[in-house]
């Protein structure tokens, strides 16, 4: 059995009652794929090439750029000596005292080693030997301008240099898969450590303006708890699953999105057949695609993307943000919770694990680590995470994409990425979707513009659908009822890492504060 930071006991593998037959049978490794949905459009035939895969060189227009979509590395090394940094354009990287942060920094360049367009970086990695990313930046560059342009690509721990190679971006495979073996600093790494990417072409991507939908989760135990002031249910266990009353509303989402379709609704019939279904991996939001959408999903062999940009964001003393689970076992993790959660409902518990062997999923990006390294998520952290989030949306062959995921981070998506232009006419929703939360199964329909880029508030427009209202962090109180908060959390316009129940905050850092009273630093929930 799994235990909370609490010591208690949960999630038991054993099963409920109606549980044991035959049908309830799984094969959670025989469903876990590299999603179709990953898979870019097909290039131009380059019919020079024996294997029939178009090279970067055969796509090249007058106003095409290139961007490099970074899927993952393998056999990754812990770094141990300090080196300098290969180019004076890239960021610095201050050392970790964590010996195993993996990142990427990538770009192109003339054969003298000039830098062409950008150099770009992606975040590191926690502890990890297999770091994953799944996502897309810009080169700013292209092979009309420079034909005989460079691919650099380096692979650090921190302020070590790890490895590096160099391949001629012309001769590369566009838009598929390649996976090629660092030349490692140390020399006698075995096997090397390896790069898995694609070359994109802008010419064959989708620049056009795409529909997102986020949709929040049903209510969790934890909200439950919060919501009767049950502090040590809260800190019972992590990554609560969903309540009854959570279910309840998934199901009820479920209906609501059935009955539009059948009445022609345009945000119901592209919610059950979106071009990618990501899922932020921790348990409340998995459950909820799968009893909300899951079914429309299983009647089209459709795929659920664990995306772990998407996960909530991380408040201090949050244990339902917190996880231990990776990969395969978020899977069974979320089997067991749905066996508890309709134990006694025998008819509702074969249809959904019915649903579950229907589907796929690709937990390729929460094979790792993927939940906060520490207590609670900085500024810096979140920043980046935005971003990353971001750069997997836009760049996204699809037109349509829906994210099961949390109200804090929707918020902070929100905020980061919503247009100018869509709050000057907009105002009041302008204001109340970064000020108040999307109710429990609540859905908001976007249109993002690819063109204005990460940084660009690419958030074009947006809409409340399906009966979808916004609930008030109104005050303290509010505040501690909120989705997914850590105790007492304050709203993320306030200071960080202060937790307050019912008392004013003193603005200390990792103060918690009861009825007016400190209690003093809280201890860390992760360590005994």
Same mark, same amino acid.
Request: charged share 25%; net charge negative; with cysteine.
């Given at each position: 059995?799994?235990?909370?930071?609490?010591?208690?006991?949960?999630?038991?593998?054993?099963?409920?009652?109606?549980?044991?037959?035959? &049908?309830? *049978?799984?094969?959670?490794?025989?469903?876990?794929?590299?999603?179709?949905?990953?898979?870019?459009?097909?290039?131009?035939?380059?019919?020079?090439?024996?294997?029939?895969?178009?090279?970067?060189?055969?796509?090249? &227009?007058?106003?095409?750029?290139?961007?490099?979509?970074?899927?993952?590395?393998?056999?990754?090394?812990?770094?141990?000596?300090?080196?300098?940094?290969?180019?004076?354009?890239?960021?610095?990287?201050?050392?970790?005292?964590?010996?195993?942060?993996?990142?990427?920094?990538?770009?192109?360049?003339?054969?003298?080693?000039?830098?062409?367009?950008?150099?770009?970086?992606?975040?590191?990695?926690?502890?990890?030997?297999?770091?994953?990313?799944?996502?897309?930046?810009? =080169?700013?560059?292209?092979?009309?301008?420079?034909?005989?342009?460079?691919?650099?690509?380096?692979?650090?721990?921190?302020?070590?240099?790890?490895?590096?190679?160099?391949?001629?971006?012309?001769?590369?495979?566009?838009?598929?898969?390649?996976?090629?073996?660092?030349?490692?600093?140390?020399?006698?790494?075995?096997?090397?450590?390896?790069?898995?990417?694609?070359?994109?072409?802008?010419?064959?991507?989708?620049?056009?303006?795409?529909?997102?939908?986020?949709?929040?989760?049903?209510?969790?135990?934890?909200?439950?708890?919060?919501?009767?002031?049950?502090?040590?249910?809260?800190?019972? *266990?992590?990554?609560?699953?969903?309540?009854?009353?959570?279910?309840?509303?998934?199901?009820?989402?479920?209906?609501?999105?059935?009955?539009?379709?059948?009445?022609?609704?345009?945000?119901?019939?592209?919610?059950?057949?979106?071009?990618?279904?990501?899922?932020?991996? =921790?348990?409340?939001?998995?459950?909820?695609?799968?009893?909300?959408?899951?079914?429309?999903?299983?009647?089209?062999?459709? &795929?659920?993307?664990?995306?772990?940009?998407?996960?909530?964001?991380?408040?201090?003393?949050?244990?339902?943000?917190?996880?231990?689970?990776?990969?395969?076992?978020?899977?069974?993790?979320? #089997?067991?919770?749905?066996?508890?959660?309709?134990?006694?409902?025998?008819?509702?518990?074969?249809?959904?694990?019915?649903?579950?062997?229907? #589907?796929?999923?690709?937990?390729?990006?929460?094979?790792?680590?993927?939940?906060?390294?520490?207590?609670?998520?900085?500024?810096?952290?979140?920043?980046?995470?935005?971003?990353?989030?971001?750069?997997?949306? =836009?760049?996204?062959?699809? &037109?349509?994409?829906?994210?099961?995921?949390?109200?804090?981070?929707?918020?902070? #998506?929100?905020?980061?990425?919503?247009?100018?232009?869509?709050?000057?006419?907009?105002?009041?929703?302008?204001?109340?979707?970064?000020?108040?939360?999307?109710?429990?199964?609540?859905?908001?329909?976007?249109? =993002?513009?690819?063109?204005?880029?990460?940084?660009?508030?690419?958030?074009?427009?947006?809409?409340? #659908?399906?009966?979808?209202?916004?609930?008030?962090?109104?005050?303290?109180?509010?505040?501690?009822?909120?989705?997914?908060?850590?105790?007492?959390?304050?709203?993320?316009?306030?200071?960080?890492?202060?937790?307050?129940?019912?008392?004013?905050?003193?603005?200390?850092?990792?103060?918690?504060?009861?009825?007016?009273?400190?209690?003093?630093?809280?201890?860390?929930?992760?360590?005994?």
């Amino acid at each position: 059995a799994r235990r909370g930071p609490m010591g208690n006991s949960i999630c038991s593998t054993g099963t409920s009652a109606g549980s044991t037959s035959k &049908e309830l *049978e799984l094969n959670v490794e025989g469903q876990k794929v590299r999603a179709k949905a990953r898979k870019m459009p097909h290039a131009r035939k380059d019919d020079s090439s024996a294997t029939g895969t178009t090279r970067v060189g055969s796509l090249v &227009e007058a106003d095409s750029q290139l961007f490099l979509l970074l899927e993952q590395c393998c056999y990754v090394p812990a770094g141990s000596q300090s080196s300098s940094l290969s180019c004076s354009c890239a960021a610095s990287e201050k050392a970790s005292p964590v010996r195993n942060r993996p990142f990427v920094r990538c770009w192109a360049k003339a054969a003298d080693g000039t830098v062409l367009g950008k150099v770009e970086q992606w975040p590191a990695r926690s502890n990890t030997m297999s770091p994953t990313w799944f996502s897309a930046r810009p =080169l700013g560059t292209s092979l009309s301008e420079h034909p005989g342009a460079i691919l650099r690509l380096e692979l650090w721990d921190g302020a070590t240099l790890l490895g590096c190679l160099d391949a001629n971006l012309g001769n590369l495979p566009g838009h598929h898969d390649e996976t090629m073996a660092f030349e490692m600093q140390d020399g006698v790494s075995d096997p090397p450590a390896t790069i898995t990417f694609q070359v994109l072409d802008s010419a064959a991507l989708s620049f056009a303006s795409k529909t997102v939908y986020f949709v929040r989760h049903g209510e969790s135990v934890w909200n439950n708890a919060q919501s009767k002031g049950l502090l040590h249910e809260m800190a019972a *266990e992590l990554d609560h699953p969903l309540s009854a009353k959570g279910a309840e509303q998934a199901e009820a989402l479920r209906r609501r999105i059935e009955a539009g379709r059948k009445t022609g609704d345009a945000a119901a019939t592209e919610l059950c057949s979106p071009g990618v279904l990501y899922v932020s991996p =921790l348990c409340r939001a998995v459950q909820t695609g799968l009893i909300a959408l899951g079914p429309s999903q299983a009647a089209s062999g459709g &795929e659920f993307v664990l995306m772990a940009t998407a996960r909530e964001k991380q408040n201090l003393g949050g244990f339902d943000s917190m996880s231990n689970r990776k990969g395969t076992e978020i899977l069974h993790g979320t #089997v067991e919770g749905m066996k508890r959660l309709y134990g006694t409902q025998p008819d509702k518990l074969r249809e959904c694990v019915d649903t579950f062997k229907k #589907v796929n999923f690709d937990v390729h990006e929460a094979e790792e680590d993927w939940w906060c390294e520490g207590t609670s998520d900085s500024s810096e952290m979140l920043h980046h995470r935005l971003q990353e989030f971001m750069a997997q949306i =836009l760049y996204t062959p699809h &037109e349509t994409a829906v994210v099961v995921g949390h109200s804090h981070f929707f918020r902070s #998506v929100f905020k980061s990425c919503l247009s100018e232009e869509f709050g000057a006419v907009n105002k009041t929703l302008a204001k109340d979707i970064v000020t108040k939360k999307l109710c429990n199964c609540g859905v908001v329909k976007m249109q =993002l513009d690819p063109r204005r880029g990460v940084e660009g508030k690419p958030i074009i427009s947006l809409e409340l #659908v399906l009966g979808t209202t916004l609930d008030s962090d109104g005050g303290m109180r509010d505040q501690l009822n909120a989705c997914c908060a850590a105790p007492g959390h304050v709203d993320d316009r306030d200071a960080e890492n202060t937790l307050v129940l019912q008392g004013e905050s003193t603005g200390a850092e990792n103060t918690l504060v009861l009825q007016g009273e400190s209690t003093g630093p809280m201890k860390d929930p992760m360590k005994n």
